[in-house]
């Protein structure tokens, strides 16, 4: 019996995959923009299935009023907010499928914007 373990539904699939593909000729064999931040890269990957993985990212594109940041390269913060809508689209289709998404981050992963974590 075959196991059916798909996340994403197929046009959102083929929706990201010309995403990627477009940035990956954009690019044209430069590494990712976001790739000059390797915390930045390792913190979304270990929050990704958590929902701190939204809060950081969301952390990571706007700037709250007061706060003073110089920011991503104009690459970089494209790169950040295909990863955002990509996270949206893969918690809600978790959430329509009776998956629960993590309210807590893994042990050891430390979430530092600014925010006490506890």
Not at 29 to 58: C, D, H, M, N, Q
Request: proline content about 6%; charged content about 30%.
């Amino acid at each position: 019996m075959a196991v059916q373990n798909r996340v994403i539904n197929p046009a959102l699939a083929q929706q990201l995959f010309r995403k990627s593909e477009m940035l990956k000729r954009k690019r044209a064999g430069e590494p990712a923009a976001l790739e000059s931040f390797p915390r930045v890269v390792k913190t979304i990957t270990g929050l990704w299935r958590y929902s701190e993985g939204k809060k950081y990212l969301e952390e990571l594109i706007l700037v709250e009023g007061g706060k003073r940041r110089a920011g991503f390269p104009v690459d970089a913060q494209d790169e950040l907010m295909f990863l955002y809508q990509m996270l949206i689209d893969q918690h809600r289709i978790l959430s329509l499928r009776g998956q629960k998404i993590g309210a807590k981050p893994p042990p050891g992963t430390k979430f530092t914007m600014g925010n006490k974590t506890d």
